[in-house]
């Protein structure tokens, strides 16, 4: 098949599995269960802001879904992930070990503290951290003193690593906690984009100190705007909770605080809306694995395409279908083609030491992702109605 045939026989084919559009957005939220219901409610309780029975109902049911012990709501996965730095002890001129593709907000949050990111390889497989490239990495740098871990060239702290479950794939999470317990390091998992994602198991996100996701417009689950950490860790859990409602100390009517705090805390409004989309996260995800055997199945079929499968440890919520195409000239001509007969198909984000704000940052060879970045293409994948 040559190479334009091949693309209309593709956008034939997503066309077929969403019929009845002119135009396929690559992730539509699906608004077809207690939703309303719960905002109707949520607005006649007058409990909009974020004191709310559904705030509390919403981090129940983010404990039960990841078997963490707290779950803490805030007001969107970029907020979590910066509270959970903070409560990870992450400070001013420490280092926190990340991957290089991953989504601005990692880098963003590990920067809002001045902390410094490091940006490592990602893994051929699993398109997450490499653990192989970590467990490099600390050996070649790491350097044990007092209980903690420092860089030996740079000096500075090593106070966190941030692995991201890419686009729902679970990455070797238990390899990657390990070698952070091995050097006393905190893992904070950025799992914004694996809610209903397993690894041997257990949920993204319960692997570490602490995990965060996200409710965001275009996540698998989403109430317009929202994020939530999770931790076993009592105290952690404690503080986080404090530190997102402004770290005031309960009092009737005395306003009297203790940190500086945030107003992290997610909504009643927003809460309503995501209890109700958390209801129905088993029936979205096994909606969404049959659309990803389905493209599998397909692919499978065509040469030069590699569709991304789960890992045979992982249960991905395939949030986002993901393909590797043969070179960035092939990805830059199915991009365009594609998007111009209205199927909407995304390439990887912009490798993060490319960008101004980290172009100086610390990075190893990073060569899966070179590879990866130039070939990757996500393809529609909204839950099927
Ligand atoms: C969506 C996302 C976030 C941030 O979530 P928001 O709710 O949009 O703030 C963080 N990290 C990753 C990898 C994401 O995909």
């Not at 990340?98 to 920067?111: C, K, R, V, W």
Request: net charge negative; proline share 3%; hydrophobic share 40%.
């Amino acid at each position: 098949m040559g190479q334009t045939s091949q693309y209309s026989h593709i956008i034939q084919y997503i066309k077929s599995l969403f019929p009845n559009q002119d135009f396929i957005p690559l992730h539509e939220p699906r608004f077809i269960g207690n939703e309303k219901k719960y905002l109707a409610d949520a607005i006649d309780s007058t409990f909009v802001s974020s004191v709310g029975a559904y705030v509390n109902r919403f981090e129940k049911m983010m404990q039960d879904i990841t078997g963490a012990r707290y779950a803490i709501a805030t007001v969107n996965g970029t907020a979590a992930l910066h509270m959970a730095l903070i409560v990870a002890g992450v400070k001013q001129g420490d280092e926190v070990l990340s991957q290089d593709l991953t989504f601005i907000a990692t880098a963003n949050a590990i920067s809002y503290i001045g902390a410094r990111p490091v940006f490592l390889d990602i893994d051929r497989k699993t398109l997450g951290l490499s653990a192989e490239k970590l467990e490099a990495f600390l050996k070649e740098f790491g350097k044990r003193e007092g209980g903690a871990t420092f860089n030996s060239k740079t000096g500075n702290r090593i106070a966190a690593c941030v692995p991201m479950h890419s686009f729902g794939f679970p990455c070797e999470i238990d390899r990657i906690a390990a070698i952070c317990q091995e050097w006393n390091i905190p893992l904070v998992e950025d799992a914004a984009e694996s809610i209903g994602s397993y690894y041997k198991g257990n949920h993204t996100g319960n692997f570490g100190l602490l995990g965060t996701f996200s409710f965001n417009g275009n996540k698998t689950v989403t109430c317009g705007g929202g994020g939530a950490i999770v931790t076993n860790d009592e105290r952690i859990a404690k503080l986080a909770k404090h530190l997102t409602t402004q770290a005031k100390t309960p009092h009737t009517w005395e306003f009297n605080h203790d940190y500086i705090g945030y107003n992290y805390r997610m909504p009643n409004l927003n809460a309503a809306l995501a209890c109700a989309q958390l209801e129905q996260l088993n029936a979205f995800v096994e909606n969404k694995r049959k659309l990803a055997e389905n493209y599998k199945n397909f692919f499978e079929r065509l040469e030069g395409i590699e569709f991304v499968a789960e890992g045979k440890d992982a249960k991905a919520n395939y949030w986002l279908n993901t393909l590797l195409l043969e070179s960035k000239a092939e990805r830059d001509a199915f991009l365009g083609e594609v998007n111009n007969s209205g199927v909407m198909t995304r390439p990887a984000w912009t490798l993060m030491h490319k960008l101004p704000m980290f172009q100086d940052c610390l990075r190893d060879d990073l060569q899966v992702s070179h590879w990866v970045e130039e070939r990757l293409v996500n393809i529609p994948s909204s839950v099927r109605i």
